[in-house]
């Protein structure tokens, strides 16, 4: 298909050089034709709902201008591009992420209210897109903001799952999964792109041909679907670069089927078209687990197979020599799920294009860099050899080729050193014969990065020490960063304006850094005041939440206590609610009329979703809502202990959640938290932390200062001594008494649900507490009345608060986006041309 306007000089073209007038009459006639003429609505017939799909296709509008014009402006500069692969996306609602990006809130709440409509309600009536699970979902969709802000050159590509990570449902205290059908009323942000479509073969058999005196390979799959594009717009901040995040969706080929079709079985043949479009019909719901399934397996493929093929037809345009492939092209993987692109690259270069092996091999491995994102065994990606050879045989072999010749050399450098080379190996050899995707993923990429400081180290000294002391200059870290725009620009708005009086400019929600130059006013009783109003009206959002979804009447003067993320035993929920349940059992114990004196009114509130199939992690939500059963219920402690399980954590509620929280808690078992990222967000808004020494929490305490949070419990080093410790006695001694009265309240069934809750403590009694609940908990104890004793001294508190949020600056996305480019990706910056105001306005 030949574009029709080839000449700059054709009336299309003229015609598509205007761009959309901004004032408040072209909004809200934009916005009444979509109503009209997208939505085919009447005055009679029209809710709230259409009027957000009416305001978010005349915003869509706004966007696809900028859109086009930043890859076109990005082809004309023959630019290197950086491809981001991830399975998983979690970007949360669009609609006001997209306004405050184009600088167009403003405008478009005035032509709103002026119809009679209030903005934020508008908001409200947007899904969030949930296709992710957790933190490194919501990373990727961090990272689109900062690249398209910093006028990167850059790609996303994704899958469009139909249904994202579960709704999650409390029901008589247990989790309920419910399918998240989340485009069932439709989705106007994303452009479907009839005509981009790959191919991707499954299966089949591998047959040798020598041409030439050259031996070929040749793959044919015996299964064939396609891969269609969805396009989603991510617009940069302050400038007119909108990149895009292109996600595929899996559906029958046509040419395929209709082979089986004319074998005559009709209703076979349409079977398979449905096993097509199931591929991408669901994320897995597994948070730090891999889960070895073939569906899977195809996801990552097709993931993988698109989007090489889609970067290949790129660069076949420029015409260049392949060698200079990775002049023009990185590419990072998100973790190993994305690591058969290493291989696919291969095969093309070498079966397809004719490369030399070793020709193939400076391409890709000059391309690729690789994150490693936890170091939790059970997450640790081993896909069977039988399953990977029968859905990808000729990528197996060339994983086997790649094996082969990495560990000649090491056999080379390290003679009969069988221990590195079965470490090193891709292959794990043994009874159920695996194939290794971290090592893979080192082997094939010039860089490896942890995400925190400490991880990092942790990835060189454990887990990949082998790796490490073979090309140490391989291994880097980039500590994890969020981003501004949402986490404090659009989530709140109360805390934007005062640092917007404070710098006497927004300059900060690019520069967040110099926030630092301001921190003299953290003494000010009257920024003080404001900051402490600012948190309130936080709290009064979530306070209604909470009342609306939980009817539960929290008291607003109360300390918000927040731990909200995946449940999982090494992220340590159960250590906080055993705590709670302490702090219960020492008010009951108090004489009523002391009761004030010692304990600090504390609203604390649990959220985060379970993988299905986690029994303990359901068993912990369970005992959270057993606790707060009968804690709120219990007339004598009143508003001092409220307990509370958000419903549904995601992103648009941590929107309102992260906020209203005064303290957060991060308190994992140290070593095993990568980095976290939810902890940066907090600090942006002003919370205190309670915390171990993990992850990022380490250069939080750096940055904000150690006496500005509550750290407690035992550091890296600690952890495995206190275990064996724990393996050599009896759970009584090494719980202490505090505990073990806790754990004794549980099993003499105060709470009820005696068997589920007696199987959860049997976790960590038993000589069997991995995640040393029992050694950190004392010290846990400490940390929380120190935060009751300063809660006490509301200016202190308000101080603390304050100095946290101005030295965040590091946290942002933006720093951690500029150290990819830079370290890793060789990668320029390229801004395109900011239409004038005058030019918008014709
Ligand atoms: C994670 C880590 O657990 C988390 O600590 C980190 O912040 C995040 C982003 O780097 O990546 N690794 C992982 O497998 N998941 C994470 O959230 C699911």
Redesign the pocket.
Known sequence: NTPVASQSTSKIWKLMEKYLPNSKEAIQSSVVNHVEYTLAKTRFDFTLLHCYQAVSHSVRDRLIEAFNDTYQYFNNKDVKYVYYLSL?YLIGRCLQNALVNLELEGQYKEAMLDMGYNLESVYEQEVDPALG???????AACFLDSMATLNYPAWGYGLRYSYGIFRQQIKDGYQVEVPDYWLDRGNPWEIERLDVNYQIKFYGSITKKVEDGKERTIWEGSEIIVARAYDNPIPGYNTFNTINLRLWRSLPSSEFDFKSFNQGDYFKALESRQRAEFITSVLYPN??TYAGKELRLKQQYLLVSATIQDAIRRFKKKRKEWKEWPKYNALQLN?THPALAIVELMRILTDIEGLEYEEAWEVVYNSFAY?N??I?PE?LEKWGVELLGNLLPRHLEIIYNINHIFLEKISRKYPNDWRKLSTLSLVEEGTHKTIRMANLSIVGSHAVNG??AL?SQLLTTNLFKDFYELRPAKFQNKT?GVTPRRWIRCANPGLSALLNDVVGSDDWILDMDILKNFQKIADDPAIQNRWMQVKRQNKEKLYWWVKERCGVDLNIDSLFDIQVK?IHEYKRQLMNILYVIRRYLDIKKTPAEERRKLFVPRSIMFGGKAAPGYITAKRIIRLVNAVSQKVNNDQEVGDLLKVVFLPNYNVSNAQVIIPASELSQHI?TAG???????NMKFVMNGCLIIGTMD??NVEIAEEVGEENMFIFGARVEQVEELRNKMRNSNYRDYFGPRLTEVCDAISSDLFGYKYDLDALLDTIRNKNDYYILGADFESYCEAQQRVDNLYRNKSEWTKKSILNSLRSGKFSSDRTIRQYAEEIWDLEPCEIPNPSKSEKER
């Open positions: 998983e699970n957790g933190g490194l979902g919501r990373l948070d730090s973790d994150t994102h936890t939790l997450a995400v925190a991880h994890n995946r994992s095993l938290e990568a980095s976290g990222t939810s992850g990022a």
